[in-house]
């Protein structure tokens, strides 16, 4: 069989402004993206806390889950947040974005890194 990818017209919106980056991250974000969901990664905040340091920026392409919490400022961009991850993000005094708006908010020289599960 063919496959078709997402029927989800803004994730395809998504995924094409993604491919249109000059950024090697965003294409690999992208890849990601154009998987199944079911592939898509979960990262639980632990891990995020375990593997950056104050002021990093962390890219998910996949869902950020609330299990644990972050000891540092941390800027999380990702395609979803559970609920008690986006209040646990907010209240550690760090930033969270969905990847529409994360794709501006990376300047040069920033420490970003890419979180598969």
Do not use: C
């Not at 806390?49 to 919490?69: E, F």
Request: hydrophobic content about 35%; overall charge positive.
């Amino acid at each position: 069989m063919k496959r078709t990818g997402s029927t989800n017209s803004h994730l395809r919106k998504l995924i094409s402004l993604l491919k249109k980056q000059e950024r090697p991250l965003w294409h690999a974000v992208a890849e990601e993206l154009e998987g199944p969901s079911r592939k898509r990664p979960h990262v639980n905040l632990y891990k995020i806390d375990k593997y950056t340091n104050d002021g990093d920026i962390v890219v998910v392409p996949g869902k950020v889950l609330g299990i644990g919490k972050l000891s540092h400022k941390v800027t999380v961009i990702a395609l979803d947040f559970s609920a008690s991850a986006l209040n646990k993000i907010r209240k550690s005094g760090s930033n969270a974005l969905p990847l529409t708006e994360g794709i501006n908010a990376i300047n040069k020289g920033a420490t970003v890194r890419l979180m598969k599960g």
